[in-house]
């Protein structure tokens, strides 16, 4: 199973590689397909875990993330990390008509791990805008995942 998020730098694929149900754990690998002038940015995919807890947390941040663009009152702090911290979803300003009728940037870093064992974590990503409707496919895609 795959679960799409399109931003207007390509489509950002959560590719499922197995479920652990006693656990809570889904691997995924997360595909980058990105139109063909950002094709050579970063390479094409990066394997993330993901526990149910993460998954509906980051549903609920784009649902939040939504309102808060309706209502005008988006925070440029508000960040998804996930536990195993695979990769980060920054969620920034937007316009909107209505919770259906918007868009809104994100930035989405993914962890490339250190330079040696003694370094810290360095990211590299993209930043895009979401359209309202792409991110209300992709929450329902990954409700439907988790609670199936």
């Given at each position: 199973?795959?679960?799409d998020?399109?931003?207007?730098?390509?489509?950002?694929?959560?590719?499922?590689?197995?479920?652990?149900?006693?656990?809570?754990?889904?691997?995924?690998?997360i595909?980058?397909?990105?139109?063909?002038?950002?094709?050579?940015?970063?390479?094409?995919?990066f394997?993330?875990?993901?526990?149910?807890?993460?998954?509906?947390?980051?549903?609920?941040?784009?649902?939040?993330?939504?309102?808060?663009?309706?209502?005008?009152?988006?925070?440029?702090?508000?960040?998804y990390?996930?536990?195993?911290?695979?990769?980060?979803?920054?969620?920034?300003?937007?316009?909107?008509?209505?919770?259906?009728?918007?868009?809104?940037?994100?930035?989405?870093?993914?962890?490339?791990?250190?330079?040696?064992?003694e370094s810290?974590?360095?990211?590299?990503?993209?930043?895009?805008?979401?359209?309202?409707?792409?991110?209300?496919?992709?929450c329902?895609?990954l409700?439907?995942?988790?609670?199936?």
């Amino acid at each position: 199973m795959s679960i799409d998020l399109e931003t207007d730098a390509g489509v950002v694929t959560f590719s499922i590689k197995s479920v652990v149900e006693s656990g809570g754990v889904i691997d995924f690998d997360i595909v980058c397909v990105f139109f063909e002038n950002f094709s050579n940015c970063l390479p094409n995919a990066f394997f993330c875990r993901l526990y149910r807890e993460d998954i509906k947390r980051l549903v609920g941040y784009f649902d939040d993330h939504r309102a808060e663009v309706v209502a005008g009152t988006v925070s440029e702090s508000r960040v998804y990390m996930p536990l195993e911290n695979d990769f980060q979803i920054r969620f920034m300003t937007g316009e909107a008509e209505s919770l259906e009728d918007g868009y809104f940037s994100i930035g989405v870093m993914f962890n490339c791990g250190g330079r040696d064992e003694e370094s810290s974590d360095v990211f590299f990503g993209f930043e895009a805008a979401v359209d309202f409707s792409a991110a209300i496919k992709f929450c329902v895609s990954l409700r439907r995942m988790v609670f199936s």
